[in-house]
């Protein structure tokens, strides 16, 4: 078997390795809980190369997602759910319904307008979703119901707590400029103080978690997503805390003769050095 440019091929060679006794044993052994980890370690590692702008690994990275969304579309086909075309036919049918002001006759609308178009054909989808999972017997998922529905809880904390955030916004629940935002977060720090000095762990882990909400909500504010500065903070401590290794590695010393004082004037350094 040959590589191909041919989406058919993919679908091919994926349906091979699903094969029992001739198909491949991990291959065959998983199902869609055990592949989702790597579904979503597939779709960071396609940031990660946008990232770093190397669109040589991008073209790679995408392959490697796609193969994701072909063996999910592969283990439905063997429950009778359904097959790898469903799933284009779902999306395009999807992207035009979205779209009418490209592919329909709501023409000349502003970008405000083609949100708003959006969120309202959005809405009008998950309804019918709900009634068709209604007709099937199916339950309706929590999530998929009231007004902030539909946020996948499978997201990075960070960026559903975004999108929890700009949804809520819309209905007017929303602090009205940044600075209230930030007070908010002096509010939640004092909170964090008093519950550490209380000792107990859980009122201490639910301060935490409202002190990053809130970092997140400001985030929001000024545009940023919060998910991304994370990385970029990583990437800079990662970076700096190298220099600090190199540094001492330099004086012929490791990380663990050194102190705390001597590690952060080595992190001054590293830190002015990158200015």
């Not at 001739?22 to 960071?44: M, N």
């Not at 759910?81 to 779902?90: K, M, Q, S, Y």
């Not at 002001?101 to 178009?117: C, D, M, R």
Request: hydrophobic residues 40%; negative net charge; proline residues 4%.
């Amino acid at each position: 078997m040959k590589p191909s440019s041919d989406i058919a091929r993919l679908i091919e060679i994926m349906a091979a390795l699903r094969t029992p006794e001739t198909g491949c044993p991990w291959d065959l052994e998983q199902d869609f809980a055990s592949i989702a980890p790597y579904t979503l370690e597939e779709a960071y590692e396609v940031v990660d190369t946008i990232e770093r702008g190397d669109l040589t690994d991008l073209r790679d990275e995408l392959g490697d997602l796609l193969l994701q969304v072909v063996f999910h579309a592969r283990m439905a086909e063997e429950q009778g759910a359904f097959a790898f075309p469903n799933v284009v036919e779902a999306i395009t049918r999807k992207l035009i319904r979205r779209h009418p002001h490209v592919f329909g006759n709501a023409k000349e609308l502003s970008p405000e307008q083609v949100k708003a178009l959006w969120d309202t054909i959005k809405t009008e989808e998950k309804a019918e979703r709900r009634l068709e999972r209604e007709k099937q017997g199916l339950p309706v998922e929590s999530q998929e119901t009231g007004f902030l529905g539909g946020i996948p809880t499978a997201l990075p904390a960070l960026t559903r707590a975004q999108k929890l955030t700009a949804k809520a916004a819309k209905v007017g629940f929303d602090w009205p400029d940044a600075t209230q935002a930030i007070d908010k977060i002096h509010e939640e720090l004092e909170e964090v103080k008093e519950a550490s000095s209380s000792g107990e762990r859980d009122r201490i882990e639910d301060e935490i978690g409202d002190l990053l909400f809130s970092v997140t909500n400001l985030a929001r504010h000024y545009g940023i997503d919060p998910e991304s500065a994370l990385r970029r903070t990583n990437a800079k401590f990662e970076r700096r805390f190298g220099s600090v290794e190199q540094a001492l590695m330099r004086q012929g010393r490791d990380l663990n003769e050194a102190s705390l004082d001597e590690m952060e004037e080595l992190w001054v350094q590293a830190k002015t050095a990158e200015r």
